[in-house]
């Protein structure tokens, strides 16, 4: 036989017997794949771990849109408390986060131009009288004929005038919140009280004992808390999913673990040029205002609807590779259940729950306890 005949004779069946031993493995090797995509967890593991079986639920999952927010206050609900009347500050009685009461006394202010209002003010009232009886004596004569329409005239205007600066001198008085009748006897006092004009809490104080101080200054701040109200800025795009009566939850950015509720009772129809939204406003409902503070900003969610859809634990959905998957049990024994892998495609969020969209209610899933478990 030719030698090169033989050598390609050998390599031929070389080639065959490889050929055949390749695809003999291949059962094997697909077994062997499969085999991996199943996750294996014993019975004591599964214990130890306070697993648990169970199935998607059928639930309520809301519709929210995000959205920012401050805490503000109606101008009525906020005032700044100022002395009418210069001079220094006597006994100031509260402290900054005290709460107090319409009327009640904040501080006091000591002038002498208190003094000198209320002496000018009795002067006032005795010169009143005496042009009084002037103008009554005046007008009795003239109307008998017996003294001119000139004289009558110079006593019902001296009188008149004087009548006018003592109301107005009496008009301020009790402004600074001075009983004029008792003043009028001749008892003066250098001492005005600063009153509260609302009920509230004190959120400013400017002012200390001695100091002195006019008109302008603002001694101390004011808030009715109880006023305050959350002021959302919501994108123009998403106004039309916005309604009055809807649910708002909020939280303050440092408080994330509490959780505020409020409701839609506004929207305003005018576009914010500054923050480039339109504001819509909601009435705080919980009890909780006296945590939170004017100015304060939040992050809010408006609940625009809701709807029905499956739902498990957030623990029982696993992310891989961007993507998620939950463990459907698909056998067990006496020693191990049998899990396998099943990417899913998820939805809304709400409380510890998540939704699951397009997902066959009647699988028996790993719901919680697999944190340990490495799918990958």
């Known amino acids: ?88 500050i006597r006994n100031i009685r509260v402290n900054i986060g005290d709460q107090v009461v319409k009327g009640e006394t904040l501080c006091q202010i000591q002038s002498q131009e208190v003094v000198d ?16 009886n002037n103008y009554e004596g005046a007008k009795i004569l003239f109307e008998n004929n017996i003294d001119s329409e000139k004289t009558f005239l110079a006593a019902e205007s001296d009188f008149k005038s004087e009548t006018a600066r003592y109301n107005a ?40 004992n001695g100091q002195f101080v006019n008109s302008e200054v603002c001694i101390m701040e004011v808030i009715d808390q109880s006023r305050t109200y959350l002021q959302l800025y919501v994108f123009q795009s998403d106004v039309p999913y916005v309604q009055p009566g809807q649910t708002v939850r909020f939280f303050a950015p440092s408080r994330k673990e509490i959780i505020h509720t409020a409701r839609i009772t506004l929207i305003s129809r005018t576009f914010d040029e500054n923050t480039k939204a339109v504001l819509c406003s909601a009435e705080i ?79 028996n899933i790993l719901l919680q306890g697999g944190y340990n478990l490495t799918i990958d």
């Open 1 to 88: 036989m030719n030698p090169f005949s033989q050598i390609k004779n050998n390599f031929t069946i070389i080639v065959l017997l490889l050929i055949a031993g390749c695809t003999g493995n291949a059962p094997e090797n697909e077994d062997a794949e499969r085999a991996t995509d199943i996750i294996e967890i014993t019975r004591d593991q599964f214990k130890h771990e306070n697993m648990e079986l169970g199935t998607a639920q059928f639930m309520t999952f809301e519709n929210r849109l995000a959205v920012k927010g401050i805490i503000q206050s109606p101008s009525d609900g906020q005032v700044q408390v100022s002395s009418m009347i210069p001079g220094q």
């Open 117 to 132: 209002l209320q002496q000018e003010f009795t002067e006032s009232a005795s010169l009143l009288k005496v042009l009084k």
């Open 169 to 208: 001198l009496k008009t301020k008085l009790i402004m600074l919140q001075l009983d004029p009748e008792i003043i009028e006897k001749g008892n003066f006092s250098p001492i005005i009280n600063i009153t509260s004009p609302i009920k509230g809490y004190i959120t400013r104080q400017n002012g200390q």
């Open 285 to 363: 409902l919980d009890g909780a205002l006296e945590h939170l503070f004017v100015g304060q900003n939040v992050e809010a969610d408006i609940i625009t609807g809701i709807q029905q859809s499956a739902g498990v634990p957030e623990e029982a959905v696993f992310h891989s590779d961007q993507k998620s998957f939950v463990l459907v049990k698909t056998d067990e024994d006496n020693q191990k259940y049998y899990f396998k892998k099943e990417e899913i495609k998820t939805g809304k969020t709400f409380g510890q729950m998540i939704e699951l969209i397009d997902f066959d209610l009647q699988k």
